[in-house]
């Protein structure tokens, strides 16, 4: 896997992967502790969430600007690390209030804006030598794999905390209990029979007698349950940060020298004050459109600051490539609006729609233990199978066939016939896909590389909008005989109401190979065309296009209990397919821009 690539490759994999297993630890459940603990609606949490998402990546700006002025990109790295570490223990702390819970957020959004697009600059300039410049798509594709081996366990290891801080308190889980709760003690709930029923499932005490007291103490060792998973959290950025410190010395150190110094990026007054009459100016004329408001307003102005600042600022060779970029980077605004809805208005769907009962072969795939055995036989199966392997390989092959085969099997003799699952759990299907995917996928390229047909990166892009938008067309089917979020009115669906895991199980696949043709090959891009100089900096713009379409997650949220749900997944499909058409007719100038470079 690594043959030809750098050894600082490995370095930034498992950095990488340690912060990303306590980002998404959080981001399994952070709009649920947020309603859970604060008896949010899903409007409110929904703004919380993409503020703080949209702060996650527009920070990096800040933190892609003072590398690119310092060119000590592993220093600024390094202190995102402890910074995000800091902000992970303020969340980790059980009876905050929402307003101490917001500095949290927003000090790890500030210490991932040092850390990660940074991270990913470094990554591009270990493949600015020669030796290793035709492996830069592979490398990214590597780097992204690393990602998504920590966000596959995080999920498991939030529902495992607090689960397991339930149990220690005598109550199981139940996800439409914090809201019924809520209700209940705002004096809100007029017909209590349903949260009496369910509060009698969960009590493992005994029938429950006082509902006021049951509500409360349900409510508090539920949401401390979450303040222990970010706890987790905390602990995976101790493991980043001791993999940086040891093995950093493997990553390009980009010194200071008397080139560097006259690329250096210049701060003019006259681009500076444009870029900010340009925010001024998009922020006042979209708060004024009904519904976007004036948070939406701001991120677009910020970006409309960017473009202007940087195209500004940019002398004549730089301007086709920088414009390119950022063609490139209206269009991926649209793909993480819709794309990040796995952690909002997906999550609230697999909470709210999704039976939360499964029978013992579905279950496999719900508990990490035996989803592992059933991955454990797939990789065992193709590894036995495969073509021009040693005798050795294949033996491992069958022998991990089996013994995954045998506890699998033994897993499920194990499970009753109905057993409950966790919606933060879906969350883990993406990363899962992502890691099994990505090898097929770039075999894939390679195969078409061979025969002179591989797409190229932009053309990569595209078709992955167009994929984006038949993983939510899925989701879609799947929604059009479901009662709309505002004709329940709080009201549980009953089980007999939802719909089957594999809906929303289907929908992350596909989501998951768009995500593969579009985000790793977008890295891939910017640090091919970005000019030298700005090398940090356009990363930072790759990752605030991304924060402004994470601000625009709350669209998701404000239609939730508006409109029916299959008109909110149309939403996300047109925005999909409209931003693939637009990649398609500029594709001439944007693999112009890549063959410059």
Same mark, same amino acid.
């Given at each position: 896997m690594l043959k030809n690539h750098p050894k600082g490759l490995l370095v930034a994999f498992f950095a990488n992967m340690g912060e990303r297993f306590g980002f998404y630890t959080m981001m399994a459940i952070l709009v649920l502790f947020l309603q859970a603990k604060f008896g949010l609606s899903a409007e409110k949490a929904g703004n919380i969430y993409s503020w703080f998402y949209f702060s996650i990546y527009a920070l990096a700006l800040v933190g892609g600007i003072l590398a690119d002025a310092t060119k000590k990109y592993k220093t600024v790295i390094l202190a995102g690390i402890i910074v995000m570490f800091a902000g992970y223990l303020v969340m980790a702390i059980p009876g905050m209030t929402l307003t101490i819970t917001i500095i949290g957020l927003f000090t790890i959004a500030f210490g991932n804006g040092l850390f990660k697009g940074n991270l990913q600059a470094v990554v591009g300039q270990m493949y600015d030598n020669n030796e290793y410049s035709k492996h830069r798509d592979n490398a990214y594709m590597i780097f992204y794999m690393g990602i998504n081996i920590g966000a596959f366990f995080a999920p498991f290891a939030a529902t495992a905390m607090r689960n397991w801080w339930l149990k220690v308190n005598g109550f199981l889980h139940d996800g439409s209990l914090p809201a019924l709760c809520h209700r209940f003690l705002e004096g809100n709930l007029e017909d209590t029979s349903t949260l009496q029923q369910l509060a009698g499932s969960v009590n493992l005490t005994g029938p429950v007698t006082d509902l006021t007291a049951f509500a409360k103490d349900y409510l508090e060792v539920f949401s401390k349950g979450y303040n222990y998973a970010f706890g987790i959290a905390a602990g995976a950025m101790v493991i980043s940060l001791l993999v940086y410190i040891i093995f950093n010395r493997l990553l390009p150190e980009k010194q200071k020298s008397t080139a560097a110094t006259s690329e250096k990026v210049e701060?003019?007054?006259?681009?500076?004050?444009?870029?900010?009459?340009?925010?001024?100016?998009?922020?006042?004329?979209?708060?004024?459109?009904?519904?976007?408001?004036?948070?939406?307003?701001?991120?677009?102005?910020?970006?409309?600051?960017? @473009?202007?600042?940087?195209? +500004?600022?940019?002398?004549?060779?730089?301007?086709?490539?920088? @414009?390119?970029?950022?063609?490139?980077?209206?269009?991926?605004?649209?793909?993480? +609006?819709?794309?990040?809805?796995?952690?909002?208005?997906?999550?609230?769907?697999?909470?709210?729609?999704?039976?939360?009962?499964?029978?013992?072969?579905?279950?496999?795939?719900?508990?990490?233990?035996?989803?592992?055995?059933?991955?454990?036989?797939?990789?065992?199966?193709?590894?036995?199978?495969?073509?021009?392997?040693?005798?050795?390989?294949?033996?491992?092959?069958? @022998?991990?066939?089996?013994?995954?085969?045998?506890?699998?099997?033994?897993?499920?003799?194990?499970?009753?016939?109905?057993?409950?699952?966790?919606?933060?759990?879906?969350?883990?299907?993406?990363p899962l896909f992502i890691v099994a995917l990505t090898f097929p996928v770039m075999g894939i390229f390679s195969w078409l590389n061979k025969k002179g047909k591989e797409p190229s990166t932009p053309k990569k892009i595209g078709i992955g909008m167009i994929i984006a938008a038949i993983g939510f067309m899925v989701v879609l089917i799947a929604s059009l005989d479901l009662v709309s979020p505002k004709l329940l009115g709080g009201t549980p669906v009953p089980e007999d109401g939802r719909v089957s895991p594999y809906w929303l199980i289907s929908s992350y696949l596909i989501l998951t190979i768009a995500e593969l043709f579009l985000s790793p090959m977008g890295l891939s891009f910017v640090s091919k065309v970005a000019p030298s100089r700005f090398q940090g900096l356009m990363q930072g713009g790759w990752l605030l296009a991304t924060a402004v379409g994470n601000k625009l997650l709350f669209v998701g949220t404000l239609l939730w209990d508006r409109v029916e749900l299959w008109q909110l997944w149309l939403v996300f499909i047109v925005c999909c397919i409209a931003s693939a058409g637009f990649i398609f007719s500029i594709i001439r100038r944007l693999e112009a821009a890549s063959k410059s470079s």
């Open positions: 701060f003019r007054i006259v681009p500076l004050l444009t870029a900010l009459l340009a925010m001024v100016g998009v922020a006042y004329g979209l708060h004024f459109i009904k519904q976007v408001g004036w948070a939406a307003g701001f991120a677009f102005g910020l970006f409309a600051a960017f @473009v202007t600042w940087i195209i +500004m600022s940019s002398n004549k060779d730089e301007v086709k490539r920088v @414009v390119a970029l950022i063609l490139v980077f209206a269009v991926v605004i649209f793909f993480w +609006m819709s794309f990040h809805q796995n952690g909002l208005t997906l999550t609230l769907f697999a909470r709210d729609y999704t039976v939360k009962q499964v029978g013992p072969f579905t279950n496999l795939f719900f508990t990490l233990w035996s989803i592992l055995a059933v991955i454990g036989t797939i990789a065992g199966a193709i590894l036995s199978l495969r073509k021009n392997i040693s005798r050795n390989a294949r033996i491992a092959g069958i @022998v991990l066939l089996l013994v995954s085969l045998s506890a699998a099997i033994l897993f499920y003799m194990n499970f009753s016939a109905s057993n409950s699952i966790s919606p933060e759990i879906f969350q883990s299907f993406n």
